[in-house]
C-alpha cells in the first residue's frame, strides 16, 4: 500500500484535531503536522524525509503545506526523482479534521493512484529508471523525467507524459540496452555489485534493487565521457557504472 505523509499543517490547527487522519481507501496516511503556528514544511522536513524514505516498497508521496512559494523549489530539489511531492492549497486548512477535507486529500491520491498506474515504474528498465543527468536522449525527449515528477491535475497531463516516456523508449531503447544520442550504451542487465543506500534507491516512487546500475559504454568501444548527477563530467577509456541517479561507481 502506498504511504502518504500530510506535512505543513500548523500546530494549533495539529491539536485541535488530534487523532484526525483522512482515511483513504487503497492508501496510508501519515500526518506530520508543523511545530510552527502557521503552515509550513520547514521544521518538520527532515522527519517528512525520513519518513519517506523507510517506506515500504510501494513508495511515499508526500503532500505539503507551504504557501512561501519561493520556498518550494527548495523541498522539491531533496525529492526530486525519488519521491512525489505536491503542494496543497493552505486556504483548505479551515476545512481539516472535516468531511470536506477528506473529500479533498481523497480527489487529490485519486490522480496520485492514476499517476502510479500510468507513470511509475514497475522494473527496471522502465525509462525513468534511467539517470537523467548521464543519459542524452533526443532534444525533443529531454523533459520527460521532469514532466514525470510534474505532472498535476491542473499542469500537462498523463497521457501527454505516458506518451512522451514511449517515445524515448521507442526512439532509445533496443536488444535488452539503452542508447542516447551520443552514442552510449547503457545496460541494466549486467551483473549487479556495490549497493546504494535506501534514500537514493527510490526513483520515481519504485524501490529500485540495492545493487542495480547500467554498464555504460560508448558504441564502438572507443573512449567517452559521461556526466555524473553533480554536473562534473568523467572520461573512461572503456566502460563505467553510472546508477540511477547519476551516481558514478568507478569504470577505466
Not at 527532515?46 to 517506506?55: G, I, M, P
Not at 523533459?143 to 514511449?166: F, G, H, I, P
Request: glycine fraction near 8%; include cysteine.
Amino acid at each position: 500500500m502506498p504511504l502518504c505523509l500530510l506535512a505543513g499543517v500548523p500546530k494549533p490547527i495539529g491539536l485541535r484535531h488530534r487523532g484526525y487522519s483522512p482515511g483513504i481507501p487503497g492508501w496510508e496516511v501519515i500526518v506530520l503536522p508543523s511545530p510552527l503556528n502557521q503552515a509550513s514544511v520547514v521544521r518538520s522536513w527532515s522527519a517528512v524525509l525520513e519518513c519517506a524514505d523507510r517506506a515500504e516498497e510501494a513508495g511515499a508521496h508526500i503532500l505539503g503545506f507551504h504557501p512561501r512559494i519561493q520556498d518550494r523549489g527548495e523541498f522539491e530539489a531533496t525529492v526530486y526523482g525519488r519521491h512525489r511531492l505536491v503542494w496543497l492549497d493552505e486556504h483548505r486548512l479551515g476545512e481539516y479534521g472535516t468531511e470536506q477535507f477528506t473529500d479533498y486529500i481523497e480527489r487529490i491520491l485519486d490522480f496520485e493512484s492514476r499517476w502510479r498506474e500510468a507513470l511509475r515504474p514497475s522494473e527496471t528498465r522502465h525509462a525513468l529508471i534511467l539517470p537523467e543527468p548521464s543519459f542524452e536522449p533526443d532534444a525533443a525527449l529531454r523533459n520527460a523525467w521532469a514532466r514525470a515528477q510534474r505532472v498535476q491535475t491542473e499542469s500537462d497531463s498523463l497521457e501527454r507524459v505516458s506518451a512522451l516516456l514511449s517515445s524515448l523508449r521507442a526512439r532509445h531503447y533496443s536488444d535488452g540496452v539503452w542508447q542516447d544520442r551520443v552514442g552510449l550504451v547503457f545496460d541494466p542487465g549486467g551483473p549487479r555489485h556495490g549497493e546504494a543506500t535506501r534514500e537514493w534507491r527510490w526513483k520515481y516512487t519504485y524501490l529500485v534493487p540495492a545493487q542495480f546500475h547500467y554498464d555504460v559504454r560508448a558504441v564502438g568501444n572507443r573512449g567517452f565521457r559521461v556526466r555524473d548527477r553533480f554536473g562534473d563530467v568523467h572520461s573512461f577509456r572503456e566502460y563505467t557504472n553510472v546508477d540511477c541517479h547519476g551516481f558514478v561507481r568507478g569504470g577505466r
